[in-house]
């Protein structure tokens, strides 16, 4: 058994020491630019994985572009979003908006896998860098990209994340009020599908089972009533917090310290007072 | 031009279901069946195309048992041409449904082929990509914006930091995220007059075998109870005492 470890962006190779440390055997990894559209990257990768049983990336949207195309020009089996690892043919993965776990088996070689590193620990290293072949020009051409962000710690592997819903009306205020207890706590920026669909929030900061999966020391969630969707994306964090005025949001029964309050309020005082 | 739309019959994904006492399947008891929330925004798109150019024909495709023609019939009433069933009870997995679509798109030539980036009864976020890949076309995944001009398809798409745009040739692949559009109401005479248009039906082409099985489905394990806190003063406090500050 032999797996290859693809890395999409800077920091995914710490995660992958507990995956492969969980798969076991031997690892070696390689890396996928930026930039390389998913058609040019997968069949690079074909020729880079001859020879692997595994091949397995951290979860990400990019991820799941490239490594399903690549499923399909190696005829392989796939497991998206792999939470646990029972032996290297058997993986739990979460369905139905994180509602459910699902047993699944591979019956199929080489297995293809997308992981969320907050399930596994454990110590391993690459037993070697595989250079990724010279990939074909794109059949896809990239032609604008608009990449946000700024100075704030990536959203997915932040250890701390301040998250507003819809009450928080607009850009301005959402960036005021979410943006600044997010800065005093050094965290990321997250949004509810909610906000992202009134604009309030771009698209990127969606936190839930059709955005970004997180898995934060802190998870502070601002105006957010607690859809099964976005708790699908927050239920690995370590400790969540809610701030709500509605006493029976949903929210209220996940998190592990409430405060019914006026966030408009409450955000700025706990900001002050840290 | 011509535009394929697979689409997938789904448990209602605003039930709320759970795994059976033992394990081996889903109780879904009365909940209802829908067809899966993005491949509804793939057939508004494509209805949409086609309002702006009535040359443009869509076909809707399932894969499935004889209940999927309810779903494929709710996408005649959005707009499509027609429907075509591949029908079988057969296990599936994403490459048995890339291998059976692979087989639907070299029978039915459309240009492009337009499905939701994932189901949300298994949420696999597979069989575009996987179908792109087998018929050697290029893709452009969690789409928000597509134009399609002669030949080609310029298409705005989500990524993990922001959107970029691809443009590619047709015949290209695109499947779709929530932000492309919304998807309409049906009024009563769409439904209607959807029971008249052209539903064919024809068994699976190939005998591919699926490489992934599930073997149990539970329930995850609940998180454990928290408590309120009274004032902005309690909760820093709290959070201190946890260490997470």
Known sequence: MKSLFVAFAPGEAEHAAGFFATLGGDWAATEVPPGLVADAAAAALRSASEGFTHIAAVSSMRSKDVLARLAGLLDAAMVTDAVSINSPTSFVRPIIAGTVLATVETMAQPVVVTFRPSGFSGDSAPGQMVSLPTPPEGQAKRTAENVRGGSRPDLSQAKRIVSGGRPLKDAETFERVIGSLADRLGGAVGATRAAVDSGIAPNELQVGQTGKIVAPDLYVAAGISGSTQHMAGIKDSKCIVAINTDPDAPIFEFADFGLVADLFQAVPELASKL | ?245
């Open chain 2, 1 to 245: 031009m011509n535009v394929l739309v697979p689409i997938k019959r789904v448990v209602d994904p605003y039930a709320r279901v759970k795994p059976l006492p033992d394990g081996s399947g889903l109780d879904v008891g009365s909940v209802k069946f829908d067809v899966n929330p993005f491949d509804e925004i793939a057939v508004e798109e494509a209805v949409r195309m086609k309002e702006a150019d009535p040359s443009i024909h869509v076909t809707v495709v399932s894969i499935g048992g004889a209940e999927c023609e309810e779903q494929l019939r709710k996408a005649l009433a959005y707009g499509a041409d027609e429907a075509v069933l591949v029908e079988t009870n057969d296990p599936m997995d994403s490459t048995v449904v890339a291998t059976e679509l692979e087989a639907v798109v070299r029978q039915l030539n459309p240009d492009l082929v337009l499905m939701g980036k994932q189901a949300t009864d298994d949420d696999c976020n597979q069989a575009g990509q996987m179908l792109a890949a087998k018929l050697g076309w290029p893709q452009a995944t969690f789409a928000c914006k597509i134009e399609v001009g002669s030949g080609t398809a310029r298409v705005v798409r989500e990524t993990d930091t922001g959107e970029e745009t691809l443009e590619m040739n047709l015949p290209c692949l695109v499947t779709t995220d929530l932000r492309l559009n919304e998807p309409r109401y049906i009024p009563l005479p769409g439904i209607v007059r959807a029971r008249t248009k052209p539903l064919s039906k024809q068994p699976r082409a190939t005998s591919a075998q699926p490489k992934t099985r599930v073997t149990r489905l539970d329930s995850p394990p609940p998180r454990p109870a928290g408590r309120k806190v009274g004032s902005v003063d309690e909760l820093v406090a709290a959070l201190r005492e946890r260490g997470v500050l």
